[in-house]
């Protein structure tokens, strides 16, 4: 069957949406796709034509075409990156979807072009799968973090949802469930306990509307290192993603009217899953006990105040650690990686560089 792989544009939004939207994904999961075309036009609206990053001239992804019909896409994103002293625009893959008699050399086609568009600047990918790895190896794909993986403090908010989607057969007995009930409550009421002896002595509030404090904050502690930009302009843009499958939401910590830090976290929920906050993004002066405390304090009471069935921690910083540990139960966390020239793998390498959540498509989708 003959194909070609074109760039999207603007006038393939409609269709691509209609792609999505009806996308089968039953040969290989059980996901099922609910959401509808707009949550999709949404995604490139956000994704692209509201991003401070995006110029006309950058790639917003690829479409596999047969016979005038979308039948593949692959998204590409971008950001800014500060690489040593250099801001750079990098490259943030997302969503690959190919229908299944398509599947084959065309769809990894789709890749190596992404890879050959993005390759002067640093390719992001979020979720490598483990029986996908020679194919990620090959393609030369690294794992940004030291490890394979970064570990993920859970804190378990509703113990009976939790314990009834795990154990389907507990919501079947009523006696037993039930009884899960109080269990909830008491579990809950410990995590309460836990997180009130995380001490910080700042003001943390919600922010809406990032300002001119974020600008100051970014170029105070910047300095020498590789990492995401996180000025007023980039962070207004995360925080504007609110109707699509995750919502992020920003903290700021003060010393009176001084912003020390922030902390950002993503939150999704839907009938079918646990609902749960991640914690994304931790930044300002983090060598401060007193502002990473405040911080995470503020973020694991807003998971607990909300009900979410589980409030997720990854070890992007020593101070999460130090606050994490007490809540005892962690595992892996998704797999985050890079493709990058050899050049760029050695300066962040070699540098100070400091990863946070938000690579690939994470707090976007």
Request: with cysteine; charged share 25%; net charge positive.
């Amino acid at each position: 069957m003959k194909t070609k792989i074109i760039p999207v544009q603007i006038n393939h939004y409609k269709k691509l949406a209609a792609f999505l939207s009806s996308f089968n994904f039953s040969e290989t999961t059980k996901f099922k796709e609910e959401r509808s075309e707009a949550f999709w036009l949404s995604r490139f609206d956000l994704w692209w034509d509201k991003n401070p990053a995006f110029e006309k001239q950058h790639l917003r992804g690829l479409v596999l075409i047969n016979k005038n019909k979308i039948v593949g896409f692959l998204g590409c994103i971008p950001t800014f990156f500060q690489l040593g002293q250099d801001t750079i625009i990098v490259f943030n893959e997302t969503t690959w979807r190919v229908d299944k008699e398509f599947r084959g050399l065309a769809s990894v086609e789709m890749v190596t072009r992404l890879l050959d568009y993005s390759k002067n600047s640093i390719h992001f990918r979020s979720g490598g799968r483990q029986d996908a790895k020679k194919m990620q190896d090959w393609l030369g794909f690294r794992n940004i973090y030291d490890q394979e993986t970064i570990k993920t403090y859970y804190i378990i908010s509703n113990l009976r949802n939790v314990l009834s989607k795990r154990i389907p057969f507990i919501k079947r007995i009523k006696v037993l469930h039930s009884m899960v009930y109080p269990l909830s409550l008491s579990y809950k009421f410990l995590m309460n306990l836990l997180t009130n002896t995380i001490k910080g002595t700042f003001y943390v509030r919600r922010i809406d509307n990032p300002d001119a404090n974020f600008d100051e904050l970014w170029h105070k502690t910047k300095s020498i290192i590789n990492t995401n930009v996180r000025t007023s302009e980039v962070l207004n843009w995360f925080c504007s993603n609110n109707d699509g499958v995750s919502k992020n939401t920003l903290f700021g910590c003060y010393k009176n009217k001084e912003l020390m830090g922030y902390l950002m976290c993503s939150s999704e929920s839907g009938p079918d899953v646990l609902s749960r906050t991640t914690l994304v993004d931790l930044w300002g002066n983090l060598e401060n006990r007193h502002v990473t405390n405040a911080l995470i304090k503020a973020f694991i009471n807003y998971g607990l105040a909300n009900n979410y069935d589980l409030i997720l921690l990854p070890i992007l910083h020593k101070a999460i650690h130090r606050c994490g540990k007490k809540f005892l139960i962690n595992k892996k966390s998704m797999v985050m990686q890079c493709k990058v020239a050899d050049q760029k793998w050695d300066q962040i390498k070699n540098g100070t560089s400091y990863f946070s959540y938000l690579h690939g498509d994470n707090g976007l989708f």
